[in-house]
């Protein structure tokens, strides 16, 4: 298996544009991540999927930010307006199973920057 | 609810030394306690996990990880630095019974191996 595979890897873009952010995750794997990276927050977990449904997503930031999981293999993150403070790297990670000790696999992330 | 700490924004050890990178953490049931480190413009890679059993952990890369549950801490070991450990390390902490299969980040250590 390649891993997780996100795209683009590097995305620039003016404010008030609409950024899609697409992830594919570990055949076989049930659990899909979305995190934001910054500098000034670390690591922040935005919202997760199980079996495609979306089962918590109190960390996404506010409405312009949305998340879906269509089927296994594919997951978008989308901002709808992108505004400059969104420019972060976000990681998309899978795992499998709902016992706590498996490990989440993550992709190379995307590095957004909003201008 | 649970959580990680890292008290220590960056680590520095000269190479061939022993380095120890901190962490503690805070969860209502049993901890299922990771560590992943970060290699500039890549994702998290998993190092090791603790699950249950013998409190030393031996993971990738020559690392290791010492679980104390009196102590809550799981601190990130290794007896004899090399150059190319340098990178950016994240405690992570997965309890199943205060939110199922969410993973949490702590803020992250950079770890500076000087030769």
């Known amino acids: 298996d390649a891993g997780v595979i996100q795209s683009p890897r590097h995305e620039v873009t003016e404010m008030g544009q609409e950024v899609t952010l697409r992830c594919k995750p570990i055949s076989g794997h049930d659990y899909l991540f979305w995190y934001r990276q910054t500098m000034m927050r670390g690591l922040e977990l935005l919202i997760y999927?199980?079996?495609?449904?979306?089962?918590?997503d109190s960390g996404m930031p506010e409405d312009r930010f949305s998340a879906k999981m269509p089927n296994a293999s594919f997951s978008t993150l989308k901002i709808q307006p992108s505004e400059p403070r969104d420019s972060a790297v976000y990681f998309c990670?899978?795992?499998?199973?709902?016992?706590?000790?498996?490990?989440?696999?993550f992709g190379q992330g995307t590095r957004l920057t909003v201008v | 609810a649970q959580s990680v700490a890292q008290p220590e924004d960056q680590v520095n050890v000269a190479e061939g030394n022993p380095l120890t990178v901190k962490c503690t953490y805070s969860?209502?049931?049993?901890?299922?306690l990771f560590w992943y480190v970060q290699y500039p413009n890549r994702g998290l890679q998993f190092l090791l996990k603790y699950i249950t059993g013998d409190n030393l952990v031996k993971g990738s890369y020559g690392f290791e990880a010492e679980f104390n549950k009196s102590q809550t801490s799981f601190h990130l070991k290794k007896p004899s630095a090399l150059v190319s450990d340098s990178a950016l390390y994240f405690c992570a902490v997965r309890d199943l019974y205060s939110s199922a299969s969410k993973i949490i980040f702590g803020s992250g250590t950079r770890l500076s191996i000087r030769p």
């Open positions: 990670a899978s795992s499998l199973g709902d016992t706590p000790n498996t490990e989440a696999f």
């Open positions: 969860v209502s049931g049993n901890p299922y």
């Open positions: 999927f199980n079996n495609n449904v979306p089962i918590d």
